[in-house]
């Protein structure tokens, strides 16, 4: 059995924009990367969104997130200078504000480019009124607005930047949190199932989770409870659960069949 901490504290949401990523063109690396870290901070996501190319779209989901008490809303791509790049305009009709010149944008990005500043590049400057920028040492800043925090797709620079972020939003791991407990059986997740589902009946405060093996020749599943940290109930639970299911499937067992 292994435990560690987490926070319910806050309701964090991760979305990563890009028809590439929707249309299943390209993994979705960002995702995984800004789960962890919210993970790592003891803050957990909430959800996880993918959206497209789209300003409506955009727009359509963070009004919706937001109205939902989701915060921070952060948000990965589409902050590029070409047509598709659309997340600008989505966050900012999204929060109910327009985009304006942001002038000292407008000045770092000329300087950073010189020559090569073309209209396109411009429209970078173009963000939600009264925002403010997010620094990035390798390109175009992102910026933080009514709770959204908007990051460049590329991971050199959304991963410095969100971390920079997340330690402004969250500069001492949460004290209060979730317990995070777990056992691993040879056995087969439909053997378990019964009365795994039975206890997360009797425990609808805990987030309980089968996870089967995915090793070819190998029968082993991962039951794990999570729940708040004070719920000594829940805690007592799990631990009958864990030691009447270790007694029941211990050994190994090496057939892969459900």
């Known amino acids: 059995m292994t435990a ?4 319910p504290a806050c309701k964090p949401v991760v979305v990563n924009v890009g028809d ?15 789960l962890h870290a919210l993970w790592q901070h003891r803050q957990p996501a909430q959800a996880a969104v993918c959206l497209p190319d789209d ?47 942001h002038e000292a944008c407008f000045r770092l990005l000329q300087q950073r480019y010189g020559e090569r500043f073309t209209p396109q590049r411009q429209r970078m400057a173009w963000l939600p009124q009264d925002c403010t920028l997010i620094s990035n040492p390798l390109g175009a800043p992102g910026f933080s607005v009514h709770g959204v925090h ?21 500069p001492e791991p949460a004290a209060a949190g979730w317990e995070v407990v777990e056992t691993t059986l040879a056995a ?28 070819r020749f190998r029968r082993a599943t991962t039951v794990r409870v999570r729940y ?31």
């Open 188 to 215: 087969a997740e439909g053997d378990i199932a019964p009365a795994v589902e039975q206890f997360s009946r009797a425990t609808p405060t805990a987030r309980v989770g089968i996870y089967p093996s995915t090793q």
């Open 228 to 258: 708040a940290q004070d719920d000594d109930g829940v805690a007592r639970a799990a631990r009958r659960l864990f030691a009447d299911l270790e007694q029941r499937f211990a050994g190994v067992d090496t057939d892969t069949s459900d």
């Open 55 to 101: 300003v409506e779209t955009i727009a359509n989901w963070i009004r919706l997130l937001r109205t939902s008490g989701h915060d921070p809303i952060l948000v990965s791509g589409g902050l590029g200078g070409t047509h598709d790049d659309c997340t600008r305009e989505g966050v900012a009709r999204g929060v109910g504000v327009d985009l304006a010149l």
């Open 150 to 170: 908007a990051f460049p797709g590329f991971p050199t620079m959304l991963q410095p930047m969100m971390t920079a972020v997340l330690a402004e939003i969250f």
């Open 4 to 7: 560690n901490r987490v926070s």
């Open 20 to 34: 590439e990523i929707l249309f299943g063109e390209k993994r979705n690396t960002n995702q995984e990367w800004m």
